[in-house]
């Protein structure tokens, strides 16, 4: 693992410090070192996945842009989380059916002022659905992106797309991850691009449990998983970490389980409300 990243042994280590309340100062650490995940921009602020909301989770000390990629008719890369275009915007009917030019007739901000009215602002009425190359242009290859192929059986080529535009702008490999759902998904982009970082998700109804064999076919092809952080509990958390993989749970949405997330040991998370983390990481 290369920067940003903290070995396994430092993530044993901080986690016999803290147990043996060498304490402090490890916790500290151990705090500094989580990733913030933008979880679809701020979007506990803003209206999801639209250039206002990534831009918020920057100015609230995001240190990842989260994207979902859907695609239209054509072939071109959307940022939205659903199949349909229903819940975020004012249309309706399945992504795969609009061209990008009629994706972008369509208003995307008016939902949330209805959904959200204590975090309206009359200037999200009528914003855009951004496609990912419109999103590279404005946040610039040095950024740092985190990129969900969402419903990949749905759209084939679909990880061809995505390496041939993270080429195209030069975005940044050491740093971006990719992550799916489908082992599928991330295995068709290992085979074209090994040296992109893949991230696992995970999806538990109950309390989360993982085998020894399910760990190492994971690290066949990707460095890390994300679970949802409903069902976790500490010794899942601490198995993942041990045997080397990153761990990203979402969507994490109130600081107090922020921290306890923090104590057992995850090196990263997901949130709608990037500045909260920021104030957990800095001990507020």
């Known amino acids: 693992m290369r920067r940003n990243w903290l070995p396994a042994l430092g993530a044993l280590a901080l986690g016999i410090g803290v147990m043996t309340g060498g304490g402090t100062a490890f916790a500290k650490e151990k705090h500094k070192d989580i990733l913030n995940v933008s979880h679809r921009g701020a979007s506990g602020h803003a209206p999801e996945h639209t250039l206002i909301s990534y831009d918020m989770g920057e100015k609230m000390h995001g240190d990842y842009i989260e994207i979902d990629l859907q695609m239209t008719k054509g072939g071109q890369l959307i940022a939205m989380h659903d199949e349909k275009v229903d819940r975020t915007t004012g249309g309706t009917g399945f ?5 990008l030019e009629e994706i972008k007739q369509l208003d995307a901000g008016s939902w949330f ?8 602002n009359p200037d999200y009425a009528g914003v855009k659905v951004p496609t990912l190359e419109e999103i590279f242009q404005k946040f610039g290859k040095n950024n740092q992106y985190y990129i969900e192929t969402k419903s990949p059986e749905i759209y084939p080529g679909m990880e061809k797309e995505l390496l041939r535009l993270i080429d195209k702008y030069g975005i940044d490999k050491e740093t971006l991850l990719v992550q799916s759902f489908s082992p599928q998904s991330l295995e068709i982009m290992h085979k074209l691009d090994p040296s992109v970082k893949l991230v696992q998700l995970l999806s538990y109804k109950t309390n989360t449990a993982i085998t020894d064999e399910e760990i190492a076919a994971i690290k066949e092809y990707a460095m890390g998983v994300g679970p949802n952080h409903t069902y976790l509990n500490e010794e899942y958390v601490q198995k993942v970490v041990n045997n080397g993989l990153e761990i990203h749970p979402y969507t994490v949405n109130d600081k107090e389980r922020m921290a306890q997330l923090i104590d057992w040991g995850v090196t990263g998370m997901f949130t709608n409300f990037p500045d909260l983390l920021h104030e957990v990481k800095k001990g507020k």
């Open 113 to 120: 002022n209805e959904k959200y009215p204590q975090y309206a």
């Open 95 to 99: 992504v795969k059916d609009y061209t």
